[in-house]
Nanobody
Framework: QVQLVESGGGLVQTGGSLRVSCAVS????????IGWFRQAPGKERAFVAG????????NYADSVKGRFIISRDNAKNTVYLQMNSLKPEDTALYYC????????????WGQGTQVTVSS
């Protein structure tokens, strides 16, 4: 079982930056991939970024490439999503997610943290 707790959401102006965090706990998560999804009002949840806990391999949705950076701090068991050059369309509830490396679906979801970008 893996637990995920997000923090750091808030209100920011267009062009600003924000960092959200995901505290990871439980058994075996060092063999997991951790990621971020987001869901805007009236839209489906969409993948944002992912990182492997062991090797640090990352991938991003095209919509955030070059603006968002996902990273991890092994000592703090925390994954971060640094969001730069924010746009109003980045407004969403951001979820931290985790899956075993052998799985294709995301097994665990956090409660989400709201990010609002004002125009």
């Amino acid at each position: 079982q893996v637990q995920l707790v997000e923090s750091g959401g808030g209100l920011v102006q267009t062009g600003g930056s924000l960092r959200v965090s995901c505290a990871v706990s439980g058994r075996g998560f060092t063999n997991y991939r951790i990621g971020w999804f987001r869901q805007a009002p009236g839209k489906e949840r969409a993948f944002v970024a992912g990182i492997s806990w062991s090797g640090g391999n990352t991938n991003y949705a095209d919509s955030v490439k070059g603006r968002f950076i996902i990273s991890r701090d092994n000592a703090k068991n925390t994954v971060y999503l640094q969001m730069n050059s924010l746009k109003p369309e980045d407004t969403a509830l951001y979820y931290c997610v985790a899956r075993a490396m052998a799985h294709s679906t995301w097994d665990y979801w956090g409660q989400g943290t709201q990010v609002t970008v004002s125009s």
